[in-house]
């Protein structure tokens, strides 16, 4: 069992940077990939970003790449997304995930094991 507990969301003006975090419980968590995807409203959840916890590698959305930053501090278990240049388009609530399928970076949702309870990002124009 892991839990997932974001933090660091809020209301930003466009241009500007926010850093969300994820707190997992589990030692194991070098055991799963790790993910963020967000969920505007009346909209689909969409992947965002995603790391291989025990490599480091990562993988983007196009929509965030070269503004966005996935990584993860193993000494603190938690997961981190460094998001700069953020405009009114990144609003949406934003989720951390554990996934189980190691052989490839997953980016669809039901390829999550554990998910956060969310945290709110809002992107004032």
């Known amino acids: 069992q892991v839990q997932l507990v974001e933090s660091g969301g809020g209301l930003v003006q466009a241009g500007g940077s926010l850093r969300l975090s994820c707190a997992a419980s589990a030692r194991t968590i070098s055991s799963y990939n790790m993910g963020w995807f967000r969920q505007a409203p009346g909209k689909e959840r969409e992947f965002v970003a995603a790391?291989?916890?025990?490599?480091?590698?990562?993988y983007y959305a196009d929509s965030v790449k070269g503004r966005f930053t996935i990584s993860r501090d193993s000494a603190k278990n938690t997961l981190y997304l460094q998001m700069n240049s953020l405009k009114p388009e990144d609003t949406a609530v934003y989720y951390c995930a554990a996934s189980s399928v190691l052989g490839t970076i997953a980016t669809i949702p039901r390829a999550y094991d554990y998910w956060g309870q969310g945290t709110q990002v809002t992107v004032s124009s």
């Open positions: 790391i291989r916890w025990s490599r480091g590698s990562t």
